[in-house]
């Protein structure tokens, strides 16, 4: 081809010959008017999905002095409340990642919506702490499986180039709906109590459940309404193969780049649910900010997310192509986890709490900032089968929560204080930062 520069009708791409192959830049340039490219549609539906796990998952947090107080719970007993979803999302995160490889994220996804919307729901009706302990297993079972299909639909319908930023959206939902949470939540509770936000949320998913099934579908070829243009252009630049390939499961424990992520995700975790687990109670209790102040500060900080979420997708597909694809997912890791880690540990020694607010913020932003990179390097390594190494990943994390939530609430009742559980935490995420060094994302799976 002697031109380098080509136009379709939705896109405009540039071939540099002065860089290898696989550093060609794609770029998508849509016309002024005529509607948005159909993966977008889905983007927004995975947005969705995102937002309404969190709405559903944060909602025990935002009532959790509530929940307390009726049901006479302790801090331990409260962590394990916490723990019990984690230990079951951990569990079957890996076999429906396996699934939705297998049978297409659809299916997956309608399963998990009912469920979880199920078992949201029963949450409201619990009245002590063995109920409430065996009701958020089943939660965590429901929802198991979201983000691994959510990175298998963005291996299916994205291209290459523009991995990075869809993953920061599908992030941006998980903010969205921690947002939204106390804004939603706080005024149901003050009016109706506590097990009425449950009911209410609940419910929300089924409307979801009836968009997934008449709407999407599982690749863009499926899909009649697609454009000819815009369909050879994922096909042509996505990593998903309709290719059948097995993963080489003796030789993946030996893989050092899935190991170390595996690790760094179980570090990372850590962040995670102290913000959507322990922060509402932290505030609370730890700070004495009044139920009020909470759900603003809570809202506020879950913004930040949102802008750390974005700001890390596009900073990581930027310095992919200035710097590599080694070094773009390595820096945005890192800087996010470390500049958090170092901000939680002003929380734990500050004595102001305008000091302690706004490290909380920065802290959040660069969590957020860091952990797209992280699912991009399972689509990166695991190609066809993203959904079965993220479902691996996200084991490890959510063992990493499970960890986070009983040990947070254990120490918390031993000292009577935040500062030593704030102190942990921060270690955990540094270890994290440093993990990222051995991290590899031009190291594939190897396939048999």
Same mark, same amino acid.
């Given at each position: 081809?002697?031109?380098?520069?080509?136009?379709?009708?939705?896109?405009?791409?540039?071939?540099?010959?002065?860089?290898?192959?696989?550093?060609?830049?794609?770029?998508?340039?849509?016309?002024?008017?005529?509607?948005?490219?159909?993966?977008?549609?889905?983007?927004?539906?995975?947005?969705?999905?995102?937002?309404?796990?969190?709405?559903?998952?944060?909602?025990?947090?935002?009532?959790?002095?509530? @929940?307390?107080?009726?049901?006479?719970?302790?801090?331990?007993?409260?962590?394990?409340? +916490?723990?019990?979803?984690?230990?079951?999302?951990?569990?079957?995160?890996?076999?429906?990642?396996?699934?939705?490889?297998?049978?297409?994220?659809?299916?997956?996804? /309608?399963?998990?919506?009912?469920?979880?919307?199920?078992?949201?729901?029963?949450? =409201?009706?619990?009245?002590?702490?063995?109920?409430?302990?065996?009701?958020?297993?089943?939660?965590?079972?429901?929802?198991?499986?979201?983000?691994? &299909?959510?990175?298998?639909?963005?291996?299916?319908?994205?291209?290459?180039?523009?991995? =990075?930023?869809?993953?920061?959206? @599908?992030?941006?939902?998980?903010?969205?709906?921690?947002?939204?949470?106390?804004?939603?939540?706080?005024?149901?509770?003050?009016?109706?109590?506590?097990?009425?936000?449950?009911?209410?949320?609940?419910?929300? !998913?089924?409307?979801?459940?009836?968009?997934?099934?008449?709407?999407?579908?599982?690749?863009?070829?499926?899909?009649?309404? @697609?454009?000819?243009?815009?369909?050879?252009?994922?096909?042509?630049?996505?990593?998903?193969?309709?290719?059948?390939?097995?993963?080489?499961?003796?030789? @993946?424990?030996?893989?050092?780049?899935?190991?170390?992520?595996?690790?760094?995700?179980?570090?990372?975790?850590?962040? &995670?649910?102290?913000?959507?687990?322990? +922060?509402?109670?932290?505030?609370?209790?730890?700070?004495?900010?009044?139920? &009020?102040?909470?759900?603003?500060?809570?809202?506020?900080?879950?913004?930040?997310?949102?802008?750390?979420?974005?700001?890390?997708?596009?900073?990581?597909?930027?310095?992919?192509?200035?710097? !590599?694809?080694?070094?773009?997912?390595?820096?945005?890791?890192?800087?996010? +986890? =470390?500049?958090?880690?170092?901000?939680?540990?002003?929380?734990?020694?500050?004595?102001?709490?305008?000091?302690?607010?706004?490290?909380?913020?920065?802290?959040?932003?660069?969590?957020?900032?860091?952990?797209?990179?992280?699912?991009?390097?399972?689509?990166? /390594? !695991?190609?066809?089968?993203?959904?079965?190494?993220?479902?691996?990943?996200?084991?490890?994390?959510?063992?990493?929560?499970?960890?986070?939530?009983?040990?947070?609430?254990?120490?918390?009742?031993?000292?009577?204080?935040?500062?030593?559980?704030?102190?942990?935490?921060?270690?955990?995420?540094?270890?994290?930062?440093?993990?990222?060094?051995? /991290?590899?994302?031009?190291?594939?799976?190897?396939?048999?």
């Amino acid at each position: 081809m002697d031109e380098d520069c080509i136009h379709l009708k939705y896109i405009t791409f540039k071939i540099n010959f002065s860089v290898p192959a696989a550093y060609i830049q794609f770029n998508l340039a849509m016309p002024k008017t005529g509607p948005a490219p159909y993966r977008y549609r889905v983007l927004i539906l995975l947005f969705f999905l995102t937002m309404l796990t969190y709405l559903d998952r944060v909602c025990i947090s935002i009532v959790g002095v509530r @929940i307390k107080t009726g049901l006479g719970l302790s801090n331990t007993q409260f962590g394990w409340v +916490l723990a019990s979803f984690s230990l079951a999302y951990a569990i079957f995160e890996i076999p429906s990642g396996i699934l939705g490889d297998r049978i297409g994220p659809k299916a997956v996804f /309608i399963r998990i919506v009912l469920l979880w919307s199920l078992f949201t729901a029963l949450t =409201g009706l619990v009245n002590g702490f063995i109920a409430l302990l065996l009701v958020r297993f089943l939660f965590g079972i429901g929802e198991s499986g979201a983000f691994p &299909n959510s990175s298998a639909v963005i291996s299916r319908w994205f291209p290459l180039g523009e991995m =990075g930023r869809a993953m920061s959206w @599908i992030g941006t939902g998980s903010h969205a709906g921690s947002a939204l949470a106390p804004i939603i939540i706080v005024p149901l509770a003050m009016a109706f109590g506590w097990r009425v936000p449950f009911f209410v949320i609940g419910a929300l !998913g089924l409307v979801w459940v009836l968009v997934c099934f008449s709407w999407f579908r599982n690749f863009p070829s499926e899909k009649s309404s @697609i454009t000819r243009e815009e369909l050879d252009y994922i096909e042509t630049h996505r990593s998903y193969s309709k290719h059948v390939e097995t993963i080489a499961w003796k030789s @993946i424990f030996k893989h050092r780049t899935l190991l170390a992520l595996v690790l760094m995700y179980f570090c990372c975790q850590w962040g &995670n649910y102290f913000f959507t687990g322990w +922060l509402s109670i932290y505030l609370q209790e730890g700070r004495h900010f009044s139920e &009020n102040q909470m759900k603003n500060i809570s809202s506020v900080l879950f913004v930040f997310g949102i802008t750390g979420t974005l700001c890390g997708g596009w900073a990581g597909d930027w310095m992919v192509r200035k710097r !590599g694809l080694r070094f773009g997912r390595r820096f945005t890791g890192m800087v996010g +986890l =470390g500049v958090s880690a170092l901000l939680l540990i002003v929380c734990g020694f500050s004595t102001q709490n305008s000091v302690v607010v706004f490290s909380l913020f920065g802290a959040e932003l660069f969590w957020a900032f860091s952990v797209m990179s992280s699912y991009a390097v399972c689509v990166d /390594i !695991g190609r066809n089968h993203a959904g079965t190494v993220s479902g691996m990943m996200n084991f490890f994390g959510q063992m990493g929560a499970f960890f986070l939530a009983v040990i947070f609430g254990k120490i918390l009742d031993l000292s009577h204080s935040f500062t030593a559980p704030l102190y942990l935490l921060s270690g955990v995420l540094l270890t994290g930062c440093l993990l990222w060094l051995a /991290i590899d994302p031009q190291k594939k799976l190897r396939l048999q």
